[in-house]
């Protein structure tokens, strides 16, 4: 026997050695992977096809990104949620998603611009998905976003609150009595 | 599903071909299919648990950017490895080696505890099992990057020997001899240490 074989022999005994030692998968939770995963591949198929090529299963996905990517601006998360939420609502939101995305760019600063029932669709076309395993954190989060958009409502309905709302002060008038 | 080991099959070719469509739904085929052995091979190469999953996450956005430059000619794992392989060194190179050390350690007991425990059911193996998977890391640790990058590469990756040495840019005569010389060292500190 050479050398070689002989170390090839000793290579091949040493590796099933290792074998028996270390198993070759190991366990791992692949949700928050593979909801990256889908996101990544959503967001690089909608790059690359104009609106009206959207397949409805993927239109669903993408609006799965969309709520996953509201929960992130809800929360805080940055700039990287709104950039998703602004992607995905530029291409299947159409012109609907103009308007919701006025809104969500000043989420972080509490309370919105008054666009309440763009707002309130969004979040409607949001929690509209049956497909997907329902998500108890994230319902919770939906539900306190639409609570605010509930009093965003309100605000505007009441005209920004008594204290804000000032009477238009009519210049026609003044200007007439100066008699200029 | 399981993932193809040496040859393409049917099955196999229609996710590669899906997931070049960008299928999301393909991906986590691709997903269930390698997660567990790249998990493997990062927690053995870099020993930090969370670090592992992170950079399994990191490996598959990876392959959904470049699936469109994948040639099927090649093997896919060899490939998605390779992806991982490059993280690995990536992650090397910024973080200085003494810190994994400290994190395998800490981290390959608790995890294998409850990895054995999953597949034994608990029972007294696990505790022997559990012991020795901790040496294991330990003597893994121990070894120059470039024999533990080899051996768990074939480990795991069931690499060729000639992958290796094409994805490593080593004479495969190299390769080899790093092979034997990282097993032979393991074992001997692993007798050593029983």
């Excluded at chain 1, 050398?3 to 070759?24: I, K, P, S, T």
């Amino acid at each position: 026997m050479t050398d070689e074989h002989r170390q090839r022999d000793e290579l091949e005994r040493d590796e099933q050695w290792f074998a028996g030692f270390c198993e070759r998968t190991a366990e791992i939770d692949t949700t928050r992977i593979k909801r990256s995963v889908r996101i990544a591949a959503d967001e690089l198929w909608l790059a690359g096809h104009a609106p009206h090529d959207v397949p409805a299963g993927l239109a669903a996905r993408a609006r799965q990104a969309v709520r996953g990517a509201l929960t992130e601006e809800l929360s805080g998360a940055g700039n990287r949620g709104r950039t998703r939420v602004i992607r995905a609502w530029a291409w299947v939101g159409g012109g609907l998603a103009a308007a919701a995305m006025i809104g969500l760019a000043v989420i972080g600063a509490g309370y919105l611009a008054p666009t309440a029932d763009s707002y309130d669709e969004t979040i409607n076309y949001a929690l509209a998905f049956e497909e997907y395993p329902d998500d108890d954190e994230l319902d919770q989060e939906l539900s306190e976003l639409r609570d605010a958009f509930s009093e965003l409502d309100q605000a505007v309905a009441q005209g920004w609150g008594d204290e804000s709302w000032e009477e238009p002060v009519d210049e026609t008038s003044d200007q007439a009595e100066d008699g200029v | 599903m399981n993932g193809p080991r040496s040859e393409i099959s049917e099955d196999w070719a229609s996710v590669l071909r899906r997931a070049k469509c960008l299928d999301a739904a393909a991906f986590e085929e691709i997903v269930d299919a390698y997660s567990g052995r790249l998990y493997g091979f990062f927690q053995r190469m870099l020993g930090g648990r969370e670090e592992a999953e992170d950079l399994v996450q990191e490996v598959f956005i990876r392959v959904v950017k470049a699936i469109g430059e994948y040639r099927e000619e090649g093997r896919f794992e060899a490939w998605l490895f390779r992806i991982a392989g490059n993280l690995v060194r990536d992650r090397l190179r910024r973080e200085p080696r003494e810190s994994t050390l400290g994190k395998a350690e800490q981290d390959s007991t608790t995890h294998l505890e409850s990895r054995t425990d999953r597949y034994t059911g608990g029972v007294p193996e696990t505790m022997e099992r559990r012991e020795d998977a901790d040496r294991l890391q330990k003597c893994l640790a121990k070894l120059p990057t470039v024999e533990r990058e080899v051996i768990l590469m074939r480990h795991y990756g069931e690499l060729s020997f000639a992958e290796i040495a094409e994805y490593t840019s080593a004479p495969l005569g190299t390769v080899l001899a790093r092979a034997h010389r990282g097993l032979a060292k393991l074992r001997q500190w692993m007798e050593l240490t029983t």
